[in-house]
């Protein structure tokens, strides 16, 4: 089955305490993103990468970091974790855009997470 | 940038009647992506329809239809026989055909949709 997955998909952590949320695929995707979920906010990208070693900001990259060493997986690492990075995160992945290609997203099961 | 509204944070519509949500955004591209996502309490984020700009015929999937208006850059969702499985958040997003940061999609803030009986 064509899926992204994510873990864990709840997670508690205490302030400053590193912690990593994984991310798989299993698509050949080219394209993978972190996104972030806040209440009237919408969804919001963090990091994306196009690539295997080719990653780069989004909207709200302060505090994360990802790496994408092979291309089914891309990791978001949170090393210093605060408060305000409480959210809901979701993985998800596509092709690369064209017309004529497919074009849409897969997301992952999304990971609640609480820094407290 | 790209921007997405939504401008009804909440809709409600009865069992078996037909609701429309809104959705406008502002791109100055002419090739680009526009979807409707749903967001049921198990949070998983559901592909409902999807709409290819270059394209102008109205996409459909079953009771669910979009009325894209380019020129006006409007997106609206329509939900016809609205049943009590439709209950849940809904997205619109926006993603341009270029590549790069160019390939995120863009969340409105979303509408939550009630279903009564």
């Known amino acids: 089955e064509a899926q992204v997955t994510q873990n864990p998909r709840y997670l508690i952590t205490v302030t400053g305490k590193k912690l990593t949320v994984t991310c798989s695929q299993n698509?050949?995707?080219?394209?993978m993103s972190w996104y972030r979920q806040d209440p009237g906010l919408g969804l919001r990208q963090i990091y994306y990468s196009m690539n295997v070693e080719v990653t780069d900001k989004g909207d709200v990259p302060e505090g994360y970091k990802v790496s994408r060493k092979e291309k089914r997986n891309f990791p978001l690492i949170l090393e210093s974790p605060s408060p305000n990075q409480t959210s809901l995160y979701f993985c998800?992945?596509?092709?690369?855009?064209?017309?004529?290609?497919?074009?849409?997203?897969?997301f992952g099961s999304g990971t609640r997470l609480t820094v407290v | 940038a790209q921007t997405v509204t939504q401008s009804q944070p909440e809709m409600s519509v009865q069992e078996a009647e037909t609701v429309t949500l809104s959705c406008t955004y502002d791109t100055s591209e002419s090739d680009y992506y526009l979807f409707w996502y749903k967001q049921p309490p198990s949070r998983q984020m559901i592909l409902v329809i999807r709409?290819?700009?270059?394209?102008?015929q109205n996409a459909t999937e079953n009771r669910f239809s979009v009325n894209f208006q380019k020129a006006a850059k409007s997106f609206s969702l329509k939900i016809s026989d609205s049943q009590l499985g439709d209950a849940a958040m809904y997205f619109c997003?926006?993603?341009?055909?270029?590549?790069?940061?160019?390939?995120?999609?863009?969340f409105g803030t979303g509408t939550r949709l009630q279903v009564t009986l």
């Open positions: 709409q290819e700009a270059y394209k102008q």
């Open positions: 998800a992945s596509s092709p690369i855009a064209g017309r004529g290609r497919p074009y849409g997203y897969t």
């Open positions: 997003a926006y993603r341009s055909a270029g590549t790069g940061t160019a390939s995120k999609l863009t």
């Open positions: 698509m050949n995707h080219e394209y």
